[in-house]
């Protein structure tokens, strides 16, 4: 390879991660809000447009680092920058998130604990069992710190599974040299 041809010298992949992390992360924790103010949070459909909106935003990264690079991109170049958007989107993404719900609008939070409970309880469990639940979600998971824990882990094992699959997809392996 000859590095002084701009032509076979690979693209940089760090200001294309940092970019589209924070573009992937403001855009769905935008929605999020969305569904916060709306109340539809806890919609499974409304849901997965977040992971909609994750997926066409990581196909255009991929692809501009492709046209970027040659109209070239391993697989594994592709998985480690989906990978680590992944892991930083939902960093950023969860942080917010945990901000919101801590220091503007808790409501939400009260309103999981309620549904929860209700669910529980038209369950048949008894009250005992609810109770015991209820105590891990109050103290957790329904906290700032449980939905900045679980959307993060959340996120990175969603975005490694996407990013494999994307990278499969969207490779395109270099030419041979002659």
């Given at each position: 390879m000859n590095v002084n041809n701009p032509e076979t010298v690979p693209?940089?992949?760090?200001?294309?991660?940092?970019?589209?992390?924070?573009?992937?992360a403001g855009c769905t924790f935008a929605y999020t809000?969305?569904?916060?103010?709306?109340?539809?949070?806890?919609?499974?459909?409304?849901?997965?447009?977040?992971?909609?909106?994750?997926?066409?935003?990581l196909v255009v990264c991929l692809r501009k680092y492709r046209s970027l690079n040659n109209n070239s991109m391993t697989f594994g170049t592709a998985a480690v920058i989906g990978i680590l958007?992944?892991?930083?989107?939902?960093?950023?993404?969860?942080?917010?998130?945990?901000?919101?719900?801590?220091?503007?609008?808790?409501?939400?939070?009260?309103?999981m604990t309620e549904t929860t409970m209700r669910a529980?309880?038209?369950?048949?469990?008894?009250?005992?069992?609810?109770?015991?639940?209820?105590?891990?979600?109050?103290?957790?998971?329904?906290?700032?710190?449980?939905i900045f824990v679980t959307g993060i882990i959340?996120?990175?094992i969603g975005g490694v599974i996407i990013s494999l699959i994307l990278a499969a997809i969207l490779k395109k392996d270099p030419p041979l040299a002659a």
């Open positions: 693209v940089s992949k760090w200001p294309i991660i940092w970019k589209f992390s924070f573009i992937i809000l969305v569904l916060y103010l709306t109340g539809l949070y806890a919609s499974f459909g409304m849901g997965l447009l977040s992971l909609v909106i994750t997926i066409v935003l958007i992944s892991i930083i989107a939902s960093a950023i993404h969860s942080a917010l998130n945990a901000v919101y719900l801590a220091f503007i609008d808790d409501s939400t939070l009260i309103a529980l309880e038209d369950s048949g469990m008894n009250g005992d069992q609810i109770e015991m639940i209820m105590g891990l979600y109050k103290n957790f998971l329904f906290t700032p710190i449980g959340s996120g990175v």
